[in-house]
């Protein structure tokens, strides 16, 4: 059973927490985490480096603009029931998931699409949309991506001058603060649940945004924050998949039917929000106990580690949850 170790630092952890307390459907194995870490420590596994080659990487206005966007996009890149996963050609490489997302937009400005426009954004059609995209196979919710865009678009127009960077400076260099500031002004980045009477906060996609300008800035200039480590784990379907096949998350009978049964989860319900808190605060768990085997990490950090060996077949053998939805 998990059990804390400190207090945690604000809202989206404590509330992991308390959800991780009284969870029915999900447990967390203290022993498999210090597995888990004891291999992360010995081998040693690194934290993978930014990806410069499907993330765009030119001129910083424009590099703060693209993660944006890519941030407001990034949700449900699985493929529904009997539909062709959405996969796009980039170079000699034919790519699904968040690469491909990330390289259809890096490929389509540098193509002379101004995507970090806001004046183009703003009243985007679904078929511009859709050629910006490109690629074969069917993409979920791409009229939820539209209103996305424009909702983005309006809020860079009416409050910061059309620039993201001034959103980003308003900040004052803090992660935290720049998830809070998307979260109030955006209703796509408002990643909330109700869990038995108490509110959750996740904030997945606001916290992905601070940790992708941290690596694509190599933490410095627009990647520079003041308290990078209070980022929690960005709570999504690709990390509890890799958590359940190392024996940290223990699904109850029920629910380990509907995930390998690919059943949908319904956008908060108690399974998914015991899921996504449980992750988080499991990652918190293994940050504490790497820490003390004497390996300073942050769980934005950890969160990178388990995603980069979600992409390895092995972690691949149980299907991921399906939740269909903008938040993740």
């Known amino acids: 059973m998990a059990r804390s170790y400190n207090t945690p630092k604000w809202e989206v952890l404590e509330k992991a927490q308390n959800v991780a307390r009284i969870s029915s459907q999900v447990v ?73 997302l990330a390289a259809s937009l890096k490929k389509a400005l540098e193509s002379g699409i101004p995507i970090t426009r806001a004046d183009y954004l703003a009243g985007l059609s679904l078929g511009k949309l859709k050629q910006i995209l490109g690629g074969t196979g069917e993409l979920q919710l791409l009229q939820d ?21 001034r959103l980003v400076e308003s900040a004052g260099m803090s992660a935290v603060k720049l998830v809070r500031l998307l979260v109030e002004k955006l209703s796509s980045f408002q990643d909330v649940a109700q869990y038995l009477g108490h509110t959750v906060f996740f904030y997945k996609r606001a916290q992905i945004f601070a940790a992708d300008l941290y690596g694509a800035f190599d933490g410095r200039d627009w990647g520079y924050f003041s308290d990078m480590d209070r980022l929690t784990a960005f709570a999504d379907y690709k990390l509890p998949q890799v958590l359940r096949h190392a024996g940290i998350l223990c699904y109850g009978q029920a629910l380990a039917q509907k995930v390998d049964q690919r059943m949908q989860l319904t956008p908060g319900s108690p399974d998914e929000v015991e899921i996504r808190a449980n992750t988080i605060w499991a990652v918190e768990l293994m940050r504490q106990e790497l820490n003390r085997m004497g390996r300073d990490s942050r769980a934005f950090e950890i969160d990178w580690i388990l995603w980069n060996m979600g992409q390895d077949l092995t972690f691949k053998a149980r299907p991921h949850h399906r939740t269909v939805t903008i938040f993740y």
Do not use: M
Not at 63 to 88: E, I, T
Not at 149 to 157: K, T
């Open 28 to 100: 967390i194995e203290e022993e498999a985490i210090k597995r888990l870490c004891k291999r992360i420590v010995e081998e040693p596994v690194t934290v993978p480096a930014w990806n410069r080659r499907y993330h765009f990487d030119g001129r910083d206005r424009d590099k703060v603009f693209y993660l944006l966007v890519l941030d407001s996009l990034n949700f449900c890149l699985w493929q529904k029931p009997g539909a062709d996963k959405w996969r796009v050609r980039y170079k000699s490489e034919t790519l699904s998931g968040y690469y491909a």
């Open 145 to 165: 991506r539209v209103k996305i865009l424009d909702e983005l678009a309006q809020l860079l127009l009416e409050e910061y001058g059309g620039e993201t960077t």
